[in-house]
């Protein structure tokens, strides 16, 4: 059985940081390419990272290109979400993510497991 669970959220103001990390289990992790979405209340999930499972290759939504990084612990089966100059439209829970079939960049391309962890900027 897989299990995920996502931490590393809070609250910051606009500008800050958060790392969010992670931690999977029941998954061969490293045949995976793995990813990161989010939710806000107002609008649809959506794709933001994604990460190969060799972690060479990286892919990220527009919106927070140059602001996030993405990156992979193939031995710890670990995923981690850097987000740096936060601004409040990433507010939003976060979910990370296991690619199954299609398009990395493309929300339905995965399946995810956890709760999430929160993620709020204020202005």
């Known amino acids: 059985q897989i299990h995920v669970v996502e931490s590393g959220g809070g609250s910051v103001q606009a500008g800050g940081s958060l790392r969010l990390s992670c931690a999977t289990s029941?998954?061969?992790?490293?045949?995976?390419?793995m990813g990161w979405l989010r939710q806000s209340t107002s609008k649809e999930r959506e794709f933001v990272a994604t990460?190969?499972?060799?972690?060479?290759?990286?892919s990220y939504a527009e919106s927070v290109k140059g602001r996030f990084t993405i990156s992979r612990d193939n031995a710890r089966k670990m995923v981690y979400l850097q987000m740096d100059s936060l601004k409040p439209e990433d507010t939003a829970v976060y979910y990370c993510?296991?690619?199954?079939?299609?398009?990395?960049?493309?929300?339905?391309?995965?399946?995810?497991y956890g709760q999430g962890t929160q993620v709020t900027v204020s202005s």
């Open positions: 993510a296991v690619h199954t079939v299609g398009d990395a960049v493309v929300v339905d391309s995965y399946d995810t």
């Open positions: 029941g998954l061969n992790f490293i045949n995976f390419r």
């Open positions: 990460i190969t499972w060799d972690g060479v290759k990286t």
